[in-house]
């Protein structure tokens, strides 16, 4: 087992996050638009992605334990691209490893962020309806409509304009 192989894992791992960063993008404006077909369609190919991604840290984690075990360590699943940078010797593979690390933090680091303004627009959209049902449900307050003065004070003709027992 060589470093190269792993460099190609962490290579497709950068390629899978870029594709995941761009399906983030297309994500705001259908959540915007709401569109939901649209957002059916991303979520799909989203979890296609994260399938990958999981099949492909399996993959890691099975060569880098094979890595290990060639250069004499125990295997340990827990093992990180940090500690692979440390356990490696070569000055090529290391600054290789480095590079790989960095790109993908890059990856992440960016993709958290589209998550995060897509995560705002969802919670701003469920605050709207929830604002929205509260104005149907609830009665108008009694300043926001007239009364007759004759009317006794807790006699209230007000109808609601949601039935919500419906």
Request: zero cysteines.
């Amino acid at each position: 087992m060589t470093i190269d192989q792993i460099a190609e894992i962490l290579e497709r791992f950068i390629e899978i996050h870029a594709m995941m960063i761009e399906l983030a993008k297309e994500k705001t404006p259908v959540l915007v638009s709401n569109q939901i077909e649209g957002l059916n369609v991303i979520l799909s190919k989203e979890r296609k992605l994260v399938t990958e991604l999981n099949a492909l840290d399996a993959k890691r984690v099975q060569m880098t334990g094979d890595y290990l075990i060639a250069r004499g360590y125990v295997p340990d699943p827990r093992v990180n691209i940090s500690d692979l940078i440390r356990l490696t010797f070569k000055a090529d593979e290391k600054l290789m490893l480095q590079s790989l690390q960095e790109r993908l933090l890059n990856s992440i680091a960016e993709l958290r962020l589209a998550n995060e303004l897509n995560q705002q627009l969802i919670e701003q959209s469920l605050e709207f309806i929830d604002y929205s049902l509260d104005l149907l449900i609830e009665p108008p307050g009694e300043d926001m409509i007239y009364q007759n003065p004759n009317q006794p004070a807790g006699k209230s003709t007000t109808t609601l304009m949601f039935d919500s027992r419906a």
